[in-house]
T-cell receptor, first 116, second 116 residues
Framework: DTGVSQNPRHKITKRGQNVTFRCDPISEHNRLYWYRQTLGQGPEFLTYFQNEAQLEKSRLLSDRFSAERPKGSFSTLEIQRTEQGDSAMYLC??????????????FGEGSWLTVV | GNSVTQMEGPVTLSEEAFLTINCTYT??????LFWYVQYPGEGLQLLLK?????DKGSNKGFEATYRKETTSFHLEKGSVQVSDSAVYFCALSPNAGGTSYGKLTFGQGTILTVHP
């Protein structure tokens, strides 16, 4: 499978605990994105990387959230001191460098987070 | 800012009926437009896209035409199948080649249910 891979697919955690999600983009895609989707809503942009550089962060990304892409390949999204409002699906996506083939964004299957 | 508005849902149809899901957008410049489909418990799959005015995106019998004069990108299919039951999202990206490409703005989604 050469698609965007996310894990874990499901995570249930107690309020106040930290959680980390991992995303492996499509090979050679230098852009990687994180989105959050709550029930009944469309996904909302959180942040994106070009290679290892984090180029933009949404104001939705509070100080408790941190994303990294240390070697320009996989990425992690960590949520510290989780709150019930963090319960959502966290989607990762990737795309090649912009250009003739760079205008399609491919999504993973998402990581569901439930904070109890 | 950018925004996408989809028709109110859910939509329930009988197999072989004609489908239209309306989508209108607000954006500066010349955004790229997308339709994504999400099956239960899964991530987003790109259904079709259009990158400039009057382009028609098509895939799996679905079509949508980029209408700049009406700022619309309505999704149509001539004959739906039970397997088309899913949530459909309209989305836009600021532009095809800029640094914000991939920072998608989504509509709220339209649930489609097709009965045999």
């Amino acid at each position: 499978d050469t698609g965007v891979s996310q894990n874990p697919r499901h995570k249930i955690t107690k309020r106040g605990q930290n959680v980390t999600f991992r995303c492996d983009p499509i090979s050679e895609h230098n852009r990687l994105y994180w989105y959050r989707q709550t029930l009944g809503q469309g996904p909302e942009f959180l942040t994106y990387f070009q290679n290892e550089a984090q180029l933009e962060k949404s104001r939705l990304l509070s100080d408790r959230f941190s994303a990294e892409r240390p070697k320009g390949s996989f990425s992690t999204l960590e949520i510290q001191r989780t709150e019930q409002g963090d319960s959502a699906m966290y989607l990762c996506a990737s795309s090649p460098r912009t250009g003739r083939f760079g205008n399609t964004i491919y999504f993973g299957e998402g990581s569901w987070l439930t904070v109890v | 800012g950018n925004s996408v508005t989809q028709m109110e849902g859910p939509v329930t149809l009988s197999e072989e009926a004609f489908l239209t899901i309306n989508c209108t957008y607000t954006a500066t410049g010349y955004p790229s437009l997308f339709w994504y489909v999400q099956y239960p418990g899964e991530g987003l799959q790109l259904l079709l896209k259009a990158t400039k005015a009057d382009d028609k995106g098509s895939n799996k019998g679905f079509e949508a035409t980029y209408r700049k004069e009406t700022t619309s990108f309505h999704l149509e299919k001539g004959s739906v199948q039970v397997s088309d039951s899913a949530v459909y999202f309209c989305a836009l990206s600021p532009n095809a080649g800029g640094t914000s490409y991939g920072k998608l703005t989504f509509g709220q989604g339209t649930i489609l249910t097709v009965h045999p």
